[in-house]
Every structure is written in C-alpha cells, then in structure tokens.
C-alpha cells in the first residue's frame, strides 16, 4: 500500500493541528465522565477524591463529612 502525501499551506496546518488538540481534549474529557460514572456505579472512591486531613478539628470532621 502507498503512503498517502498532503500538500497543506500553513495556515491549513494550522487548523489541522488545532482540531486535533481539541478532539484529543475532547475525547480525555470524556473519558474522565465514564471513569467517573462508572465509580459511581460501582460505588468505588478513586485515589484522585480520598481527602486525608488530620481528624482532630472541627473543620476536618465536616471535610471528611462531605468526602
């Protein structure tokens, strides 16, 4: 099979490679909703939500309350 050459101008390139950095942030974004969903689902708390404060003020109690 024959590799397929492009003849792009600048400024096409340009749009080419701001596309694909938006469709790559696109797709990790979605990624992150279904990780999400899915811990959710199977009631699972990922390591990035696990919040560690010391449990001796008040305020660390409601932090851990609402963790």
């Known amino acids: 099979m024959e590799a397929v050459q492009f003849n792009f101008k600048a400024s096409q390139a340009r749009s080419i490679c701001h596309y694909k950095r938006l469709k790559i942030k696109v797709l990790k974004c979605n990624a992150d909703i279904y990780f ?3 811990c959710l ?3 699972i708390v990922p390591n990035y939500a696990k919040i560690k404060v ?3 003020s008040p305020a660390a109690r409601k932090t851990q ?3």
């Open 41 to 43: 689902i199977k009631k």
């Open 54 to 56: 010391p449990a001796t």
């Open 36 to 38: 999400n969903k899915q």
């Open 65 to 67: 309350d609402k963790g």
